[in-house]
């Protein structure tokens, strides 16, 4: 198994870009989520699914959207990029929402100028 | 939401000192989970703890949960170099997770 894998690795946008992140898991999780990591933040939930077809809000979902239309992919999309979005983002996938291991994607390190 | 707060921020030791973060909510958590972070790289998982004054050891590490499940820790004993990172804890109901305690270690 690959586990989560997410795309790009690295990327650099302008002010007002848009853009997509993606992320896929190949273990059949029934749960995915996007958090941001910002240095003395921690980690903090974007937006999550509990399954296909089902998407919620987190802590920060302002500027962001979400669509899970398979199982297997979850991507986070950056409707018009602003410099509050530079952060690293990571993708988890889990078998249930609540007592379950999350499994971190690689992660993807995120500019925006 | 529930609210976690993680201290310290930052823990510097010398290699073979102890170290310990600590993890509290304002709120009674159903159960709690800790990852590691290696710079640079992403979470990864280290345990879940569920009941109520739940001790769990692995190797060196020790986490515990507190009576009234508000609280939890991590206490690492004789820290190794490879112990560098961030120590993040999260009530998983919530999915919120703390700011995390950045390990660095002296050889």
């Known amino acids: 198994n690959a586990g989560v894998t997410q795309t790009p690795k690295f990327q650099v946008l302008k002010t007002g870009q848009s853009m997509t992140l993606q992320c896929a898991q190949d273990m059949n999780h029934e749960y995915m989520s996007w958090y941001r990591q910002d240095p003395g933040m921690g980690l903090r939930l974007i937006h999550y699914?509990?399954?296909?077809?089902?998407?919620d809000q987190g802590e920060v979902p302002n500027g962001y959207n979400v669509s899970r239309s398979t199982t297997e992919d979850f991507p986070l999309r950056l409707l018009s990029a602003a410099p509050s979005q530079t952060s690293v983002y990571f993708c988890t996938s889990s078998y249930g929402r609540s007592t379950d291991t999350q499994y971190f994607g690689p992660g993807t390190r995120l500019t925006v100028l | 939401g529930q609210q976690v707060m993680q201290i310290p921020q930052y823990q510097h030791v010398q290699e073979g000192e102890d170290f310990t973060t600590y993890c509290n909510s304002s709120?009674?958590?159903?159960?709690i989970q800790w990852y590691k972070q290696r710079p640079g790289g992403h979470p990864v998982f280290l345990i879940q703890l569920v009941k109520s004054g739940e001790v769990k050891k692995q190797k060196r590490l020790t986490f515990q949960f507190g009576e009234a499940k508000k609280n939890s820790s991590l206490h690492i004993t004789a820290t190794q170099t490879t112990d560098v990172g961030t120590y993040f804890c999260a009530g998983r109901r919530d999915m919120r997770f703390g700011a995390g305690t950045r390990l660095t270690v002296k050889p």
């Open positions: 709120t009674t958590l159903s159960n």
């Open positions: 699914s509990v399954g296909a077809g089902i998407t």
